[in-house]
């Protein structure tokens, strides 16, 4: 079952707007990573962020942590029309190696 | 480097035939896996191996076998193909952390499979 759970399902914004994507989960966590991926495409790594982290940055996406909501957010700052594109959230359990991915947030960038 | 590696690209099968899903790395990495994705239901993970000669199931494991004779390579066989097997399939890799700590996954461009 995914633990992870993206909010909004699909967002459509202007470009040049921010898109903030927001991410859940049920039980503790070692880790959350945010990947990308175009249509057809495979997924790429885009930032991991610790359980003792609140907030990382990585060019024009923020990401941060709430570990006591449960929670996790991705902002795209100042959008591209090459940021459309499935956003998922995975998240990495303490002892284990297996990494659970959400259903995904597809964000359509309006030129 | 050529990173990971997966044929083919596209594959139909009629129902009750097997086949193998190639998946090849060169990064070296110890830990790879792999997950199906289906309209609606993000990523799956089927099966996962922490290092040659070493494989463990993942959340949908039923109807397909693994093994991982070196460090390269991690196929995926469909024993026989049902409909509901029909699926987008990714191979993933990374390196293997102590203590089942998680970091950066690199994933192939995907298997997209239909079994009529």
């Known amino acids: 079952s995914q633990q992870g759970e993206e909010d909004p399902q699909a967002l459509s914004i202007q470009e040049g707007e921010n898109a903030t994507m927001n991410c859940s989960y049920k039980t503790s966590i070692n880790n959350l990573q945010w990947y990308r991926q175009n249509s057809g495409r495979g997924l790429v790594h885009l930032i991991l962020i610790r359980s003792n982290e609140r907030e990382k940055h990585s060019g024009r996406l923020r990401v941060t942590l709430d570990t006591s909501k449960k929670s996790s957010s991705l902002l795209i700052t100042a959008s591209r029309a090459a940021d459309t594109a499935s956003y998922f959230c995975a998240k990495g359990d303490f002892g284990n190696e297996k990494l659970t991915f959400g259903t995904g947030t597809r964000l359509t960038i309006i030129p | 480097n050529a990173g990971v590696t997966q044929t083919p690209k596209f594959q139909v099968l009629k129902t009750g035939q097997s086949m193998t899903l190639q998946c090849a790395q060169d990064?070296?990495?110890?830990?790879m896996s792999w997950y199906r994705q289906d309209p609606g239901m993000g990523l799956r993970l089927i099966h996962y191996?922490?290092?040659?000669?070493?494989?463990d199931q993942g959340e949908v494991p039923n109807g397909y076998n693994v093994s991982r004779s070196t460090t390269e390579d991690f196929p995926l066989r469909l024993l026989s193909a049902a409909p509901s097997q029909t699926s987008v399939y990714f191979c993933?890799?990374?390196?293997?952390?102590?203590?089942?700590?998680?970091?950066?996954?690199?994933f192939g461009p995907g298997t997209r499979l239909t079994v009529l």
């Open positions: 990064m070296n990495h110890e830990y």
């Open positions: 191996s922490v290092g040659a000669g070493i494989t």
């Open positions: 993933a890799s990374r390196t293997y952390l102590a203590g089942g700590l998680n970091n950066e996954q690199f």
